[in-house]
């Protein structure tokens, strides 16, 4: 029981150790207290260490940034503060752990898998997320709802998602 015990503390130091800082700086560009982004940054790990055998077969860091931007939300939640992930920082933060070969590997799947995209969506989609135009002004200019084009983005979004793990 004791070498058990042992062990299970090795594991969590090794994750600790390893993403503490990571986790740390995620939460601090959101939120600006000290002792809360100290709470924060707890709730995350002992979520992770809660549930490590439940998502064994999906990467650690994939499984700590998902915590990171869903205890945020919930801290803007319990705080009744408006907030929200854009995409585009999402896919950022999952960009910065890439090394050079990986990131241009990434942005050649990227651009193969938004060809499979129908032409509309691949256009919504690029227009938003590299161009930075808003969903107001593509749905004006595509004659379409706000609505329908969140919708495309999102469809394109989770088709990226689904195809690059």
């Known amino acids: 029981m004791h070498q058990k015990f042992v062990l299970l503390m090795e594991q969590f130091k090794k994750i600790y150790s390893e993403y503490k800082h990571r986790v740390y700086f995620f939460v601090k560009k959101y939120v600006q207290k000290e002792e809360d982004i100290e709470d924060i940054v707890q709730e995350i790990f002992i979520h992770v260490w809660k549930y490590r055998d439940k998502a064994a ?5 994939a499984i700590i940034f998902k915590t990171c931007k869903q205890e945020v939300s919930n801290f803007y939640r319990k705080n009744k503060l ?6 585009k920082e999402i896919i950022t933060e999952e960009e910065e752990t890439l090394d050079e070969n990986s990131h241009e590997e990434l942005i050649s799947k990227v651009k193969r898998l938004l060809e499979k995209l129908p032409q509309k969506t691949r256009e919504l989609f690029i227009q938003h997320t590299i161009k930075n135009i808003s969903y107001s002004q593509l749905a004006r200019e595509n004659n379409l709802s706000k609505t329908a084009v969140s919708k495309q983005i999102h ?6 998602r689904g195809n690059l793990h």
């Not at 408006?82 to 995409?87: R, Y």
């Open 155 to 160: 469809k394109a979004l989770s088709f990226l």
């Open 82 to 87: 408006l907030f929200t992930f854009s995409e």
């Open 57 to 61: 077969q999906i990467p650690m860091e």
